[in-house]
């Protein structure tokens, strides 16, 4: 028995990497004044349907009818929620809300490197404010974030665009405003399509392959000026590249709009976001009207992301190593002294300590062997000489001799240690 296509089992090497991930996606949106929350991951299928949330994104729903006859659906994204969140009880906070999640997301998706059926996508979105310093506070946000995990200007790149300037478009090749998101849907795909496909998708819009090629290579978008120079007066200038190419796939989308790409390899988007200054109010109907600007990154790409840029895997390599599950290894060489070895391992572990020891008596050479298996720092030797102990730096042998007495105080003295460990 395997799990369902796209879906993962998290081994606990996988969920040390995913822990790896949210820390730095916690840790940034805190740096930004972020607070987090969450909603459920079951919604009523309508909240996907209701006008300007839906887009692709409709065709890949997990849904069903629940026992009760309602119409549900797994949450394919967290953005509606949000919506309907803050709709709701956006009196009792003052503006702007600047708030994120860590959520699962499931998604009925083609099998592909970088996209899976269920995974974890981190949001953050600022709402109550249109002007460009909140499209560039979390511009800034999403180019920081992915610099904590090691990533440099030479390795990712977030293109920008505005979606006026297509209404514009679409507005000059008389094209109604209803028919817009169909539209934007042919040109977020083009990349990846087969030009011969674009040209029969762009038929009934009555719009040439040839002119809309013209229409992208006019990189300048006059719209992005005041959000350039935000990011410019931060020193992140060197993150951003104005690309009309980048429309994004969902329909509630009204303005700016962004995505990050690796500059090697063909990896799909990193993380994906933009202004939808009209969902809320169309979700509420009308009854809260908040401007809102805030991203998406998944955890599958940039997991991948990771293992191919050796620095992003030396640092992730270290923190994992930081982590280990056990940091101080209580060799039990001699078996009449388990008892003492016991009432060490709790005062050490009820003072925060990561302690392991051998459930039953084995050879000393073989807990030593567990000792490194299990990646601790330290072992600890409880033998003929209690209480005299043995401490020993497993990386390079060094040894301390102590009384069972000065072990705790030496340790959460020893500063060095707690680093390294
Ligand atoms: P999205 O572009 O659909 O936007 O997704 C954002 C990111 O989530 C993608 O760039 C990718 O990293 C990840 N992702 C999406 N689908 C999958 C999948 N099937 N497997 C793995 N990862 C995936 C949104 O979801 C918007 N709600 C983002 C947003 C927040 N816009 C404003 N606020």
Known sequence: MKPL??????FPEDFARRIYLVNRWRETARRYGFVEFDGPTLESAELYRKKNSGGEILGQLYEFTDKGDRPVALRPEVTPTLARMVAERHRDYPKPLRWFNVGTCFRYERQQRGRLREFLQFNCDLLGDASSASDAEVVALLIDLLRSFGLTHKEFVIRLSNRQAWY?????????????GDFLNIVDKMEREPAEKTEEKLVPFGISLASLREFLECSKIPSLDPL??????????DFVRPDLGVVRGLAYYTGIVFEAFALQGNLRAIAGGGRYDRLLKDLSDGSADLPAV??????????E??????????????????DAPTQLYLVIAAEERRLSALSLAQQLRS??????????AERVGKQFGAAEVYGAAYAVVIGAEWPRVKVKRLADRHEEELMEGELLAWLQENRNLKAEI
Do not use: C, M, T, Y
């Open 5 to 10: 296509p796209g879906f993962r089992d998290l």
């Open 168 to 180: 514009e478009f679409l507005g000059g090749h008389g094209v109604e405003k209803e028919r817009a």
């Open 228 to 237: 350039l120079a935000d990011l410019e007066a931060r020193g992140l200038r």
């Open 294 to 303: 805030g991203f998406g990154v998944g955890d599958a790409v940039l997991l």
């Open 305 to 322: 992301l990771i293992n191919e840029i050796p620095a992003a895997k030396v640092q992730e390599e270290a923190a994992l190593k930081a």
């Open 351 to 360: 003072a925060g300590w990561r302690v392991a020891f051998s459930l039953g």
